[in-house]
């Protein structure tokens, strides 16, 4: 190879059969003797993983890495991106280069970041904070545009935090991308039904399979088309919406967050 600095080394972990989660740092050791060394003095490998790096691995270390789930506004998918930016970058910095690497739907278009957790929103990250002094790397971040509907939110709506989840044996199980969700004040439960089938675009037979119910405590409590959704975010614990699909004979479920205003969520970032 041209440049030797390009080469990046990872030690073995025997009993697992797999590379370890840290790779060697350029110059931390100068023998391949001691990178073949186990734990147990006694005991050495006979396995080194190598990886051809596109940049010196010095350079690479003075840069933080971070793979980034970008959610399209339209269609509604997820498109990863790997993104190497200075150590001591803040979310805006990210911003902009994530700006330079997407389709927006608006040249204006204001993006959010969250980390997300267990399949369920984590921490809201503002432009402001620093990445490497709050995000874990080796954990996507994730990035979405703020819809339009959100920036008309009134004093009492609620914008919620949105998780799919499953019973298994009276277990919740999470799975699948969390969103956020604004429920407008006095909106029944057949208006909200109406924006989550358009967002997932999903066919009007399937859709009438689901069932949606509030829970608290892990007790379902099924709502009515007629029912004010908001009526039940009075107080602060967390909240669930059900959505059971016979068809597929699982629940497909949305996990909202303590009530507050987008105000409070946008001046904040702070977990329910």
Excluded: C
Aim: net charge neutral.
């Amino acid at each position: 190879m041209d440049d030797p600095s390009k080469l990046r080394l990872t030690q073995h972990i025997p009993h697992l059969q797999q590379p370890k989660h840290q790779y060697i740092k350029y110059r931390s050791i100068d023998h391949l003797s001691d990178m073949l060394l186990l734990r147990n003095p006694n005991q050495m490998s006979d396995i080194l993983y190598y990886e051809i790096l596109d940049i010196p691995l010095p350079e690479l270390q003075g840069l933080i890495t971070l793979r980034v789930a970008f959610h399209q506004a339209t269609p509604n998918e997820v498109l990863f991106h790997i993104i190497r930016l200075p150590k001591g970058s803040t979310y805006s910095d990210l911003i902009d280069d994530l700006k330079s690497k997407v389709q927006l739907s608006r040249s204006d278009a204001e993006l959010r970041l969250f980390q997300v957790n267990n399949n369920k929103i984590w921490k809201v990250y503002l432009p402001t904070e620093k990445i490497d002094a709050v995000h874990d790397p080796n954990v996507p971040l994730h990035v979405e545009e703020i819809p339009e509907v959100e920036k008309s939110a009134g004093p009492r709506d609620r914008l919620v935090h949105v998780v799919h989840f499953f019973k298994d044996n009276q277990h919740i199980q999470y799975y699948g991308v969390p969103f956020f969700f604004l429920i407008r004040e006095g909106e029944a439960l057949s208006d909200i039904k109406v924006r989550i089938q358009k967002k997932f675009e999903v066919p009007d037979e399937q859709f009438l399979k689901w069932k949606f119910a509030y829970v608290a405590y892990n007790r379902p409590d099924y709502l009515q088309d007629s029912d004010i959704v908001l009526s039940r975010f009075q107080v602060e614990y967390i909240l669930f919406f059900w959505m059971f699909d016979r068809k597929y004979a699982f629940i497909q479920t949305f996990l909202a967050g303590i009530s507050f205003s987008r105000k409070t969520f946008m001046d904040h970032g702070n977990n329910p």
